[in-house]
DNA sequence: ATGAAAGCGCTAACAC
DNA sequence: GTGTTAGCGCTTTCAT
């Protein structure tokens, strides 16, 4: 693996080390028929900089971290999307940790990132974090984060989320104006910001339209597809909902499947409405009302917001919240 | 940001710099006490090392790049997932690069890699892939590189993909056990190895079944839903095949849509059956019967191969395929 | 068992 | 306009 590098190239042009790379950056003071020569050879010869060498130099590895909870879920692949095209466009890298929905790991990966391996971080939390030291000693040692869906509010930087609480509480309302009395939520954790938001949306709307707000008709799922079709079965053995709001896509699937073992009929038996990404929504049976989230979108902004600071010193990241607009398609699953 | 590093910890501790570095490696010949000493102290001031610095001096970097066509899909969503597993565990870091289907930047995207940013890669290439020089250039500088999925046979190294031609042939027998006389396929590009494959074990089926041939029922779709759904309804119209082979999920969907605008039912009109990982599959209207491969796995063994070899220098990449068997699941798509 | 010193490849003063 | 030099933080001989 014979490297070349600005040492080679020196050599080979009779040029010192520090014109070779002041030519490689095109800086002013050096003539522009050595600037030709200097990138003319290092094109045939292929160049290419040592990343760890000028990550080491200048302290700034040109890269970020994208700390997701799961990667298996339409929202964090389009928001994915959205930062990697972001994050090439501007020549920056990207590294994907994924959490699982486990706070050890979180903590872990967070203490890989203590030391310059990154410029900046987006993240979106896990289920199961409530304790945000980790990401705080990362903040204090100067590490930019954006975060983005589960955000959290005790940090002074940007959030970029969707209207969680309007939308859920639209959803609610749409159930109610498709005749249901009994509207039941499936719910994430409440630990969580668009846990908490989801269900205060559902419980306003439960609360202005007089409908029975049993605690029992709120099922907490977790994170076991097989414990929550459980979950989500006993609620309706017990409470017999004629509506059901999903927080994520997973409970809504996982009610159309408890709904098939017990015979009941969406959306005449029984309505749902669901938070999803899912591009296909419309060929389900019946076809999926949704909510629908810009989670591209999502990604590239809350990308853009950490490079546009790391590229310039004097923008640090302000405490503010940028907040999407979900959209409301009505599907079959909640015909009248 | 106050930064600690082996110096300051050195410093702290009346050591040397070179002490406190082979102490926190473990190494032989420094004294237990001092040992516990020094890590003692890297745990409280919560020291990590810089990484740019031991990949500059080590030559590697602890990380591996991952590029794939796109990544709002499910074959490829799973299979970072396992991907990610591996590395994580083997304490390994991943970058992600998407192509989007992209030639020209997959070679720009694997320039990138030309200096050391990484210690190996895992490629799935991108459909307009035809010259693959920039990977054979990364190659002959010691890159080690395994594909998989959308593998290139002329790379000396492991490729992980699954039985494309059987299960193809398979599911093409499949539609013609279910009384299809006239099957189409709807193609992904003759170019990537997997459209190769899924093609010939379409055609061999359709030879063995004497089953008409016609150029014309094979549709080879682009990358442009709005165009694959044009060209699919062309086909439709013109050939009103009987049953149709989805070379990706993608495809499938596009009949469904296609049908629907045609008032063709699946499957009394038309039978469907697609490669696909959709997790929901079976909730669809009407549930699709697929060809379903072990993505996570794949993903999983593709990064077990190249985090081994990076691990061990004396087990380069052999020339071998591994290939796992993907399953046919029946679903009403192709009810009789 | 510990330390001194060289150097990975690059950048950025600062000289000339 | 070009070159010299001193590190960035770490690893690794080689001395002691």
Redesign the interface.
């Known amino acids: 693996?014979e490297?070349v590098n600005i040492k080679k190239l020196a050599q080979l042009l009779n040029l010192s080390i520090a014109t070779v790379s002041k030519a490689l950056r095109d800086s002013y003071d050096i003539s522009k028929e050595t600037k030709e020569k200097v990138v003319a050879l290092a094109n045939e010869l292929?160049y290419?900089?040592?990343?760890?060498?000028s990550?080491?130099r200048k302290h700034k590895?040109k890269?970020i971290a994208v700390i997701i909870p799961e990667?298996?879920?339409?929202y964090f692949?389009?928001a994915?999307?959205g930062i990697?095209t972001v994050a090439?466009e501007k020549g920056y890298?990207?590294?994907?940790?994924?959490t699982h929905e486990d706070f050890k790991?979180e903590v872990s990966l967070a203490?890989?990132l203590?030391?310059?391996?990154v410029d900046g971080l987006l993240i979106s939390v896990s289920s199961t974090t409530t304790d945000y030291a980790h990401l705080h000693?990362l903040q204090q040692?100067?590490l930019p984060i954006v975060f983005f869906d589960r955000v959290c509010d005790e940090f002074e930087t940007a959030k970029v989320t969707t209207d969680d609480y309007e939308s859920s509480y639209l959803a609610t309302r749409h159930l109610v104006e498709q005749g249901c009395k009994k509207i039941a939520h499936l719910a994430i954790s409440g630990s969580l910001s668009i846990g908490n938001k989801r269900m205060k949306g559902y419980q306003q709307a439960v609360a202005d339209f007089h409908l029975p707000a049993s605690q029992s008709l709120i099922v907490e799922c977790m994170n076991d597809d097989e414990k929550d079709r459980e979950l989500i079965k006993e609620m309706f053995l017990k409470e017999k909902p004629d509506g059901v709001f999903a927080a994520v896509e997973r409970y809504a699937?996982a009610s159309?499947?408890v709904c098939r073992q017990l015979g009941l009929q969406i959306p005449n038996d029984v309505k749902v409405i669901s938070f999803s990404n899912?591009?296909?929504a419309s060929?389900?049976?019946?076809?999926l009302s949704t909510i629908t989230q810009p989670a591209f979108d999502i990604g590239k902004e809350a990308a853009t917001r950490l490079l546009n600071t790391l590229e310039k010193k004097n923008a640090p990241l302000t405490n503010e919240s940028i907040i999407f607009r979900s959209s409301l398609i009505q599907r079959t699953s909640t015909s009248k």
Do not use: C
């Open positions: 693996m490297t292929n290419q900089p040592n990343p760890h060498a990550s080491l590895s890269t990667i298996a879920n339409n692949t389009l994915i999307n990697e090439q890298h990207v590294l994907i940790y994924i790991k203490k890989e203590y030391n310059g391996r000693h040692k100067g699937m159309y499947d899912l591009p296909i060929f389900l049976n019946p076809s």
